[in-house]
């Protein structure tokens, strides 16, 4: 499989994902639909935020931090305070709002609500690809690794959230690291596996057998899986070790043969701007319910489309500006 190919169904995955997220937020009902979108469209990211990862020596983890993590904190920080100021400017008690807002975005996890709901995925990703990094890097045994994951997520879903353990919230939602762990690590584990079987029609067959049969049994009330990973909402360990692999497999596998229609550049396109959209989305719905309300497709549908406007906008005003920075001195 090219390069370019791989790439291609990469992006066309997260696109799928993040569509997912968007339509997931805007949705109203909490039915079967509803609770699939969430077996599958958070784990995806975590798992293809562990395609790559690599074991690093002591010497490189300050390249790692400066060429990964900055970049990621910096848009966390960027994208997070320009929407605090946001709403604390539409709030009644301005300074207060703005406070308490800088506050919740320092502290991260559950503490972001509203149009900063979405955050909580950076704070959880940023902790769960640093600890993968350094478990892949200094536990050199597989076995070992994936037992260390294991009883991580087994921890971290053995009870309701860290409101009730510990009596508050952990920072960044810490606690739901455990949990983004074992995806993230399955994710780098099964890429190569998975890669290899993108085009098997059987592989297709049984992904498809399984995820219909999860979906089934869920709406026929057999099963009764919740997983909201933000609010830490997880009814069944064990479905939810198995069931989202199973899902991300199919999407992975749709991704694949997408790249082969007309629909594959736009989808490779969002794809690749998937976080402003993560980051906009719950502005975009908060100023069409105020506006005008609306069907939940209709919000969803501005909550993908307005990010990606907004984001080409500012990339055509900073090219215009840089053309214009090298053709002033020639018109001197």
């Known amino acids: 499989m090219s390069g370019k190919r791989r790439i291609a169904w990469i992006d066309i995955a997260k696109a799928i994902g993040i569509i997912a997220v968007v339509v997931g937020h805007a949705y109203p009902e909490h039915d079967t639909f509803y609770n699939v979108l969430y077996w599958w469209h958070m784990p995806l990211f975590f798992m293809i935020g562990g395609f790559f990862l690599r074991p690093l020596q002591v010497g490189q983890f300050k390249t790692f931090a400066q060429h990964k993590l900055v970049p990621l904190l910096r848009e966390y920080f960027g994208f997070g305070l320009f929407l605090t100021l946001v709403s604390a400017w539409v709030t009644p008690e301005k300074w207060q709002g703005l406070a308490q807002g ?11 609500n509203g149009v900063l709901s979405a955050f909580w995925y950076m704070t959880v990703y940023l902790l769960a690809v640093t600890l993968l ?53 399955a994710g780098r584990e099964l890429f190569r596996y998975q890669r290899q079987r993108l085009r098997s029609n059987w592989w297709l067959s049984v992904i498809v057998a399984l995820s219909s049969a999860g979906i089934m049994a869920q709406q026929l009330g057999v099963i009764d899986l919740h997983l909201y990973m933000k609010s830490h909402e997880i009814t069944s360990q064990s479905l939810a070790l198995i069931l989202p692999l199973i899902l991300c497999s199919a999407i992975f596998m749709l991704a694949y043969w997408l790249q ?19 980051y906009l989305h719950k502005l975009v719905f908060a100023i069409f319910e105020r506006l005008a309300g609306g069907s939940w497709l209709l919000l969803a549908i501005a909550g993908l489309m307005i990010p990606i406007m907004v984001m080409v906008s500012f990339e055509r005003l900073k090219e215009s500006r840089q053309r214009l920075f090298w053709l002033t001195p020639r018109l001197q």
């Open 102 to 112: 800088l506050s919740d975005l320092l502290y991260g996890g559950t503490h972001l």
């Open 133 to 185: 990094t350094v478990i892949i890097s200094f536990v050199p045994q597989n076995w070992l690794r994936w037992l260390i994951i294991t009883v991580a997520f087994l921890v971290g879903t053995a009870y309701s959230n860290a409101g009730d353990l510990f009596g508050f919230a952990l920072p960044g939602d810490a606690d739901v690291t455990l949990c983004a762990l074992f995806y993230m690590y």
């Open 260 to 278: 082969f229609t007309p629909f594959v550049n736009g989808l490779t396109f969002v794809g690749k701007h998937t976080m402003i959209i993560m």
